[in-house]
């Protein structure tokens, strides 16, 4: 036996996987002065949201000071596609301004009040438009991905993905969001899409989740992440599996407990889900709590 080739291949077998960064969505985060919790609860960074280049700006520094990473921004108000063009928000562009050097990426929610939601019809209208915003992000060293969310023209994943196929920049990609995907009723397919979206992924957000509640209200999609019956430790093996070593945020939106427990509960739970840790043990975390 090659001695030298059997050590070789035994230590790729055991080296760990990198750990995946872990941040708090502003939905989970709701006010930079939480920024503080933040940093002493272990979390890599935060994502938050668009405004003038000044608000950018002044986020952009505070999130610095705190020794922390900005990982996203989500645009607000939405792209919206209509007949014609697909209409950003004006700011956007001096935001990224802003955002210059902090390699964030930016989210990028599409609505349409013209096209069907998933349907390809405004695929000619979006992808040019795209392609510059691209290009434009570019120059600022920032990426672009696609926010699927329940409604929008892009609600599913893999709707982003078709699309960030025909715009074919390196640096447009999608992310995959565990609640809207749960919203339209893809649970299922999630390993499939999960597989499909790999090589435009560029973020991942989860949170606890029951099971089962397609078309159901938020409450029951969007929980700390110690409670819910949906098994997001599979999820977590599964993007293990795709060797995802990107950024997962942690979702908040709707969750009526405090910041800061809603904050400690959910880095608790992701230390022990979290698949390079080796802790997962191929259950949901016991015991769930429920509210």
């Not at 096209?115 to 040019?128: N, R, W």
């Not at 434009?136 to 990426?143: F, P, Q, S, W």
């Not at 700390?224 to 979702?251: A, V």
């Amino acid at each position: 036996m090659n001695w030298k080739i059997f050590f070789v291949v035994l230590t790729l077998a055991v080296e760990p996987c990198l750990a995946n960064p872990f941040f708090a969505m502003d939905t989970a985060v709701r006010d930079l002065n939480e920024l503080d919790t933040v940093k002493s609860l272990g979390y890599d960074g935060i994502g938050w949201k668009t405004g003038s280049v000044e608000e950018v700006a002044a986020s952009v520094a505070r999130v610095r000071k705190h020794g922390l990473k900005l990982f996203a921004v989500y645009s607000d108000p939405y792209a919206v596609l209509n007949a014609t063009s697909l209409v950003l928000d004006e700011r956007l562009e001096n935001a990224m301004k802003a955002l210059e050097g902090t390699e964030a990426v930016i989210w990028l929610p599409i609505n349409s009040e013209v096209f069907k939601a998933s349907s390809p019809d405004g695929d000619a209208i979006a992808v040019p438009a795209l392609q510059q915003l691209a290009d434009k992000a570019a120059t600022h060293g920032l990426r672009v991905a696609i926010y699927p969310h329940k409604g929008c023209w892009t609600e599913r994943v893999q709707d982003a993905v078709r699309v960030a196929k025909a715009v074919n920049r390196k640096n447009l990609g999608v992310s995959f969001n565990l609640c809207h995907c749960l919203m339209v009723g893809d649970e299922a397919k999630i390993p499939e899409l999960l597989a499909e979206a790999k090589p435009y992924l560029f973020l991942v957000t989860i949170n606890g989740a029951d099971s089962g509640k397609p078309n159901s209200d938020w409450g029951q999609l969007i929980r700390p992440l110690d409670e819910g019956t949906y098994d997001t430790g599979r999820l977590l093996r599964t993007l293990e599996e795709l060797h995802y070593s990107g950024p997962i945020g942690l979702q908040g939106y709707g969750v009526k407990l405090p910041a800061k427990e809603n904050l400690t509960r959910s880095m608790s739970a992701w230390r022990r889900l979290n698949p390079s840790s080796g802790a997962i043990d191929g259950g949901n975390l016991p015991p769930q709590k429920n509210p």
